[in-house]
């Protein structure tokens, strides 16, 4: 039973809305949100959750953050929208890309601003073939890999390919010249090898993709530095250093999607630091501004911009460089670098995978552990001998009873494996993380 004023808006909501990633027409619906501070949430009916998932990875600097409100108010009195089409520009927005350019990495200093990741990733996209075209060259494939998810426009989600193409499903025909090339989840390795004996062969296989397109029609190859929405998979540390010189070998420019891993996720900067490896192009958003508002950018090489010098492009969007989204980007940076959310996302992370392989790994259900900083994931399991997956609705209505004891936790359903997601803001304190971790533990022992 739920309160009168919860069922009127469920009825609103049912009768006027239509969700992303929901059923439509779904009738059990909720929680709906109220409010919300720091790292919890709170439902009409005063529940109090944790938000294990950060909204969608996208509530990354947790709620309430003072300076990013008070910066977001400042700007809308000023100057709330002007773009950034053509020749006119605006203050906010070039002070932030000053401040951006002090941190983004070597070689990535010039920018394209968007409203979030999907249309970041379509401007990489388009650059990077706009770049080839500029050459003369008719280098226009894209190569993703299996269970990565990259976005769902009409140009992005054909690079995402989450479970059995998911995300396809009943969108045909979808944009020609995507090919994927196999994901490094270790766990389920697509070749059914063993690390490290199988000797990568997920990153070289890349290259006979490449080859077999014919690497004079590939344009880029666009990587997850860790698998988010597959269920937060950090890849064989020598993955990317093979797929780069790979890239570099054919001329095929390499895009980092760091929506998820940017700004601090994973324990860097940046997930490239991990591996000390360079994108061509990358792309940002979620954390650029903890979603406090609709923001992201393409982060792109002096290689492309230079070799786009001159070139007009008919690429933009209305709100490309919206005043106020980078107001608020710029107090998030700020704030990013004065607490030291970062290295918290380290210190917090490292101590949660000591928890959960000293702890939650010897549960008969946990398959896998893995991931990287406060971007980290458990596999469950049916049997663990046969590595037997859940079923999607048993997953979900397991889901449903952790948020009823207080954590909200995302889940990655995939064609042979489930996994949960836990990536929690990157304020996240040691104490909180012990105490979602004390709901989740006898949460996963106790599941059949
Ligand atoms: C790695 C990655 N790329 C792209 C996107 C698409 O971003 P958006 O939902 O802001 O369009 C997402 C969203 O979850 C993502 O995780």
Redesign the pocket.
Known sequence: MVSKRTEELLTLDRRYLIHGFGVVGDEELGPIIERAEGIRCWDTEGNAYFDAASQ??SNTLGHGQKDIIDAICQQVRKLQFAHLLAKQSNVPIIEYARDLAQVSPPGLKHFFFNN??????ETSFKLARLYWWKQDKSKYKIISLQNA????GLG?VPATRVGSGTFWTGFAPLAPGFIQAPHFYCNRCPFHLKYPSCDILCAHYVEETIRAEGADSVAACIV?PVL??AGNIAPPPEYFSIVRQICTDHDVFLIG?E??TGFGRTGKLWAQEHWNVKWDLM?I??AINGCYLPF?ATLVSDRIFEGLKGTMLWHGFTQHGNPVSAAAAKAALKLIIRDKLVENAEKVGNYVLERLNGEFKALPNVSNISGQGLMLGIELVRNKTAGTPFDAAIMSKWQRELLSKGLYVRLAQARNYSRIRFNPPIITTREEADEMLDILYPAIAGFK
């Open positions: 969608q990875t979030g990741g999907t249309e970041a990733v998810f990259h976005g769902v992005s997850e988010g929405a999607d929506i998820q792309t958003a979620k992201g």
